[in-house]
C-alpha cells in the first residue's frame, strides 16, 4: 500500500525545508526589525484610515498623540497599536475641540461642515451619529472600525514578508545549494543516506514541538538550528552544478533551487505540520506490515 522509498524520501525533503524554512525565519525577522517593516505597513493602514488619498487629515496628530507616541523610540514607528489605544486616542482628538465630558459637540458640528467631499470625515461623522452621545458606543464602534482595517492591514504585511521571504529563500538555495531536485535523487538513490536522513527527522519530529517552528522558538535557537544544519549538510552534502547555461545541468540546479526557494516560503510551521502527518503515514505503513507479515505466518 506504502512505497516506503517516496515516503522515506519526501521526509528528508520536508526536514530540509523544516531546517532552511526556520533559517529564512531568522534572517526574514532580522531584516523586518531592521527596516521597521512592521511600523511602516501600520502607518500605511493608519493614513489610510484617517486620510483622503493625497491630502493628511487626521494620521499626522494621531500618531503625536502621547498614547500612540510613546509605544516606540523616538525614531521608529510602533509596530502594535491595539483597539482600545486607538479609540481612546481618537476621542482625546475629538475631546480637544471641546469640554471634557463632551466627546462630540463642536467636533461634530466641524465634522458636518466639512465631510463633503472627505471620505474620512464623513465616516467618523456618521460614527458619531450612530453613537449618539454614548462614549462606550462610540468606543466600541471605533474598536470595529479599526480592527477591520487591520485585518487589511495584516494581509498587507503578510503579503510583503511573503515576498521578502521567497527572495532570501531563493538565496540561501542558491548560496548554500540546496537543490530540491538533487537532494531527491541522492536520497532515492543512496538508501543509507535516505535512512540517517529518516532517523534525523523522526528524532526532530518526536522531540520538537509546533512552537519550535515559530519565531519565538527561533530566535533563542538559533545556534541549535545551525547545528542541525550541519548535521543534515554532514550526511547530505550537494555540490553546485557547472556555471555554463548552455548545459542542461545548469538549468536543472537552477530549476531545483527554485522549487527550494518556493518550498521555503512556506514557512517553518507549514512543513513541520507536513513532517508530523509523514511520519505517521510511515509508521501505519510499517505497522501494516508487520500485520500481513503475522497473519501469513499465523495461517502456516
Known amino acids: ?16 525545508y523544516i531546517l532552511y524554512s526556520l533559517l529564512v525565519t531568522i534572517v526574514t525577522e532580522l531584516i523586518s526589525s531592521l527596516i521597521n517593516e512592521r511600523g511602516r505597513v501600520l502607518k500605511k493602514g493608519l493614513q489610510r484610515m484617517l ?3 493625497g491630502e493628511a487629515i487626521l494620521s499626522n496628530e494621531f500618531l503625536q498623540r502621547p498614547e500612540i507616541k510613546y509605544l516606540s523610540s523616538k525614531n521608529r514607528l510602533p509596530s502594535y497599536i491595539n483597539a482600545p489605544t486607538f479609540s481612546k486616542a481618537m476621542i482625546n482628538i475629538f475631546r480637544k475641540a471641546n469640554d471634557a465630558n463632551n466627546a462630540f459637540g463642536d467636533y461634530m458640528e466641524k465634522l458636518k461642515t466639512e465631510k463633503e467631499g472627505s471620505d474620512t470625515k464623513e465616516i467618523i461623522y456618521n460614527i458619531m451619529v450612530e453613537a449618539n452621545g454614548n462614549i462606550e458606543k462610540l468606543k466600541t464602534l471605533l474598536d470595529s472600525w479599526y480592527n477591520e482595517t487591520m485585518d487589511r492591514v495584516t494581509g498587507w504585511y503578510k503579503r510583503k514578508i511573503q515576498l521578502i521571504t521567497f527572495i532570501i529563500g531563493l538565496l540561501i538555495a542558491f548560496s548554500l545549494n540546496v537543490d530540491t531536485i538533487a537532494i531527491a535523487k541522492k536520497l532515492t538513490r543512496e538508501s543509507d543516506t535516505r535512512l540517517e536522513m529518516v532517523k534525523l527527522a523522526t528524532g526532530y519530529a518526536k522531540e520538537a514541538n509546533a512552537d519550535t517552528a515559530t519565531t519565538a522558538r527561533v530566535n533563542t535557537e538559533v545556534k541549535q538550528i545551525i547545528d542541525d544544519i550541519r548535521d543534515q549538510e554532514s550526511i547530505i552534502s550537494i555540490s553546485a552544478s557547472s556555471l555554463d547555461p548552455r548545459t542542461s545541468a545548469f538549468w536543472l ?24 502527518k ?3 503515514l510511515r509508521g501505519s505503513g510499517v505497522q501494516e506490515k508487520t500485520d500481513k507479515k503475522e497473519e501469513i505466518s499465523g495461517s502456516k
Open 1 to 16: 500500500m506504502f512505497n516506503s522509498t517516496a515516503i522515506e524520501v519526501v521526509i528528508g525533503l520536508v526536514f530540509v
Open 51 to 53: 486620510d483622503d488619498d
Open 253 to 276: 540546479y537552477v530549476l531545483g533551487c527554485l522549487i527550494t526557494a518556493i518550498a521555503l516560503s512556506l514557512g517553518a510551521p507549514f512543513w513541520f505540520d507536513v513532517m508530523n
Open 278 to 280: 509523514i511520519v505517521k
